[in-house]
């Protein structure tokens, strides 16, 4: 029985067969002029998606703040460098990430902390920071780290100035019971389609009561103005992560969510202090 010959064999046929010097250059010219009409059709349309905020007005919730990522200013994530840089440029929050060393100490880290040397201590962290005004995200990667976080939170009377997110809905009463009095948000992944449904409202609204989160910390692409609205109405806050680009700034803008989460902390402070100064 002969073999049968797929689709891409015989297009490796065709291409064998008339695959001349000048076809090859006729077909790369094509193929390289289809990707440049592309990219000038993308960039022509991100550039009026981001003009055409500047003809709203912008406002802000109460107490809107912008939380500096870790690694912002150009630093090293999770370092006391990034905390200082932080503190010094007058940021509302810094996001640091929580972990756990293998004998329990809390420290700060992304990624699995697998010895005892790894990670910048808490500790030394909270004492970097009580002089000064600054809030903290604590971002918690290792939910095991939650009874000696709170301990160290009250120890160094940090209770007023930090927050959890890094929540799931499935880990928030392990939040509540580990770390009583101390705000967190619920990481959720709202739909932009769902999201005008009253049912699907509903059940968001109904998460939240359940979980006892004080709102929504999401990416930025999952949020919208609907969201906001609904949350704002009903109490809750909503914030985005992580907002680096301008047209990403513009369109998080608009949406007023209660703080926005971004590596660029000063382009984010341009395009609210420039808004609207360049439409025509």
Same mark, same amino acid.
């Given at each position: 029985? &002969? !073999?049968?010959?797929?689709?891409?064999?015989?297009?490796?046929?065709?291409?064998?067969?008339?695959?001349? &010097?000048?076809?090859?250059?006729?077909?790369?010219?094509?193929?390289?002029?289809?990707?440049?009409?592309?990219?000038?059709? /993308?960039?022509?349309? $991100?550039? *009026?998606?981001?003009?055409?905020?500047?003809?709203?007005?912008? =406002?802000?919730?109460?107490?809107?703040?912008?939380?500096?990522?870790?690694?912002?200013?150009?630093?090293?994530?999770?370092?006391?460098?990034?905390?200082? *840089?932080?503190? %010094?440029?007058?940021?509302?929050?810094? %996001?640091?990430?929580?972990?756990?060393? &293998?004998?329990?100490?809390?420290? +700060?880290?992304?990624?699995?902390?697998?010895?005892?040397?790894?990670?910048? !201590?808490?500790?030394?962290?909270?004492?970097?920071?009580?002089?000064? =005004?600054?809030?903290?995200?604590?971002? /918690?990667?290792? /939910?095991?780290?939650?009874?000696?976080?709170?301990?160290?939170?009250? #120890?160094?009377? $940090? %209770?007023?100035?930090?927050?959890?997110?890094?929540?799931?809905?499935?880990?928030?009463?392990?939040?509540?019971?580990?770390? &009583?009095? /101390? #705000?967190?948000?619920?990481?959720?992944?709202? =739909?932009?389609?769902?999201?005008?449904? !009253?049912?699907?409202?509903?059940?968001?609204?109904?998460?939240? !009561?359940?979980?006892?989160?004080?709102?929504?910390?999401?990416?930025?692409?999952?949020?919208?103005?609907?969201?906001?609205?609904?949350?704002?109405?009903?109490?809750?806050?909503?914030?985005?992560?992580?907002?680096?680009?301008?047209?990403? +700034?513009?369109?998080?803008?608009?949406?007023?969510?209660?703080?926005?989460?971004?590596? %660029?902390? #000063?382009?984010?402070?341009?395009?609210?202090?420039?808004?609207?100064?360049?439409?025509?």
């Amino acid at each position: 029985m &002969p !073999e049968k010959t797929t689709r891409w064999k015989k297009f490796k046929r065709f291409l064998k067969r008339n695959m001349t &010097p000048l076809w090859a250059k006729r077909f790369s010219y094509q193929v390289f002029s289809a990707i440049v009409a592309w990219v000038m059709i /993308i960039g022509v349309a $991100m550039y *009026a998606f981001t003009k055409s905020y500047d003809s709203i007005k912008l =406002s802000f919730v109460d107490g809107f703040t912008i939380t500096a990522h870790t690694g912002a200013f150009n630093t090293p994530a999770n370092s006391l460098e990034s905390l200082n *840089a932080a503190v %010094e440029n007058g940021v509302d929050i810094a %996001e640091i990430d929580i972990r756990q060393r &293998p004998d329990g100490t809390v420290v +700060m880290g992304h990624d699995i902390i697998t010895t005892n040397n790894d990670g910048v !201590e808490i500790a030394l962290v909270f004492e970097t920071v009580k002089e000064s =005004s600054i809030r903290l995200n604590l971002d /918690i990667k290792d /939910i095991k780290a939650l009874p000696d976080l709170h301990k160290l939170i009250f #120890d160094y009377g $940090m %209770e007023k100035r930090v927050f959890l997110t890094g929540i799931e809905t499935y880990q928030a009463k392990t939040a509540a019971d580990n770390c &009583p009095d /101390i #705000d967190y948000y619920i990481n959720y992944v709202p =739909s932009r389609i769902k999201i005008f449904s !009253e049912d699907y409202q509903q059940k968001i609204l109904d998460m939240l !009561e359940k979980t006892g989160g004080i709102g929504i910390n999401c990416n930025h692409t999952n949020a919208s103005k609907t969201l906001s609205d609904l949350l704002h109405e009903n109490g809750y806050k909503l914030s985005v992560w992580t907002v680096d680009k301008e047209y990403q +700034m513009k369109r998080a803008l608009v949406i007023k969510p209660d703080n926005i989460t971004t590596r %660029e902390v #000063d382009m984010l402070h341009s395009v609210i202090d420039n808004w609207g100064k360049h439409k025509k």
